[in-house]
Every structure is written in structure tokens, then in C-alpha cells.
């Protein structure tokens, strides 16, 4: 039986949801039916060696930001070339539909856009050309996804056919292990009195992580023993690093930067934090409920994310203050239990994800 060929683009160079879908998704696929390639445009994306051990051919092309024509001769020579069964494209949003129009041109059979956010996340990206190709790339004939309603509302104009696909995990791997907390604790040097809050994703201004060390700012201004990690890059880490100096608890805010043990790492920590000024649906939000933690968020995200019961919300617009207050309540009244049989049940599990995926690519 021949195989499917599936092309997937849309790897960064730093290790953000997407970059984690498209892992988790082609890690469980059925390899004796598909062929999997993605294109990455940079040298050194951190899923990359995840991406080849399980059988993906990650192919290279110069980045949009770069160099716009190599971008597009890129894409363009290695789709003419290979002439995928399936495209499946992740954006975050339309302000570069060049892939789209290429698979077009080039007859795609089956082209697969899927929205991951509900704002650009690229400081570059200009909403106004968003909405224009917003509307320009609804007359051609796509599989639309999501992640979530908003990131469907907007990505695709009303009145154009969608599916939400659940960013789907590896929920086994987030079941509470008591001995992978101490352990990884150890590692991390965080004592059994001590509190660790954590905030995971790329450090970019999405992510809000200026406000977030104002927060934690507070928050060691009223309980003591705590520290805040940070997990991911990005392209604010310097400046969010240089910030974070001027606190007068700089010494228990850490950066860990990308990291590839994050079921681990959940283990450790006692408290997600997630100010954000926008998201899709959050698979670092996702992964935290699983592992059982209790999440503070924004208001802007998406509230189907909520999936147990110590995930609250807060305003964006409200102070430091009165997140660091809200903070230490949901501490406080927390209890940590195995959630990941709820996590199961919303549909969140990557082999529900892996089931719809594979029914699509195979129609």
C-alpha cells in the first residue's frame, strides 16, 4: 500500500505550541502510512533531532523574515518537486499566506490550514494585511482547523466551514510521580519547604513575561522561600533577563530556556502562572492541568482551557498586586490530584488528536 506523503509547515527556531503539536502529532502517527516531512526555516530548530528520530525529513529554507525570495523559491522548489498527497500548514496568523498560494498554484490535492492563535505572534506581522488575506484565502478550497473558537473566528471568515482539533498530549506522561518530583527538585535545588512558580513558553511579548517579573515581585514581597522559572527563549530573553535584575528578588528568578524534559519539570513546580495578552489554546496550559497544578491565567485566554478545578482567571488589566494576592489564594485552597483522567475525558489526549488527524489525511 503506498504511503501518504504529509508535508508540515510551520517550525520556528524557538520551541513554541506549535513546534509541540507537530511533534506530539507525527511521534504518534501511523509510520507504515504516512511520510512525514517538514520544512523548518532556520538552521537550528530545537525539535529538529525529536522530529528525525521518528522518521521525519526535516527540509531547510531561508527564513520569510531573511530573505523573502529564498523563502519563497524555498517552499515553492520543494513542493513542485515533491507533490505532497497533504500540506498541512500552521499559522498563527495570515499576514504571510505565501505557502498557501503555492500549494494552490501547484494543485495540492488536500491543503490543511490550521489556526494555533488569536493574534500574530511575530512583532513584524501586520494585522491589516491579516484581515485582507483573511478574506482573499477563503475562496480556496482548504480543510480549515483550529485549536479553539477564537482561533478559528480569527483566522477564517464567518461563514466558512471549520473543525476545532484539541491540542492533544501525552497525558500518561503528566500523571503525579512523587519520586520525579523530589528528584527533579533536587536537580533544580528547590528545598521541601519551598514554593516554585513557573511560567512555560517562548519569551516573547505574547507572553507578557515584563509583567509577569512584577508579579513575582510581589508575590516575594508577601510570601517567602519562592522562586519563579522561566521555561523557553525567545526573542525577549535579554531583555526580560536585564529586567528581572532591577528586582530586588532577582536571585530566585531562574531561566531554564528550552528544555525537552517538561512532564519533568511539572512535576517539580507548585503553581503555573500565564499573563498573557493573547492565546489560542495553550498547550503549555494543557500540560500544567495535567500534571495537576493549579493555573492562574489571563482573562484573554481562551476559556475552554479550563479543564479542572484550580485553573482561574485574571484581568489583564488589573495590577501586579492583585495578581500576586490572587496568586497566593489559589495556593492557599489548591489541592493537587491526578487530572489526568479529566484531561482524557475533555478530549485532550493526543491519541483523540492523532484519530481525527489521520482520518483527515486519509479520506
Known sequence: MKKISVLHIGIACEKGGIESFIVNVCSHLDQSRYLLSIIADCKNSPVEQELKQIGGKVLHIPSAVEDKIGYIKGLWTIIDKNRYDVVHIHKNSLANPVAIYICYLKGIKKIILHSHNTQPTNANSNVKVHEVFKKMTAKIPMIRLACSKQAAEWMYPENVAYEILHNGIQTAQYQLDSQKRQKKRHELGIENDMTAFCAIGRLTKQKNPIFLVDIFTQIRKRKENCRLYFVGNGVMAHEVKLYAKKSEFYKDIYFLGTRNDIPDLLQAFDLLLMPSLYEGLPIAAIEAQAAGLPLLISDNVDKDVKLTPFTEYESIEKSPEIWAEHTLE??????????????????????????????????
Not at 489559589?330 to 482524557?344: A, F, M, Q, Y
Request: proline letters at 0%; zero cysteines; hydrophobic letters at 30%.
Open 330 to 363: 489559589l495556593l492557599k485552597k489548591s489541592e493537587r490530584n491526578n487530572s489526568t483522567d479529566l484531561i482524557v475525558k475533555s478530549g485532550y489526549d493526543i491519541m483523540n488528536t492523532v484519530v481525527k488527524i489521520q482520518q483527515i489525511y486519509s479520506e
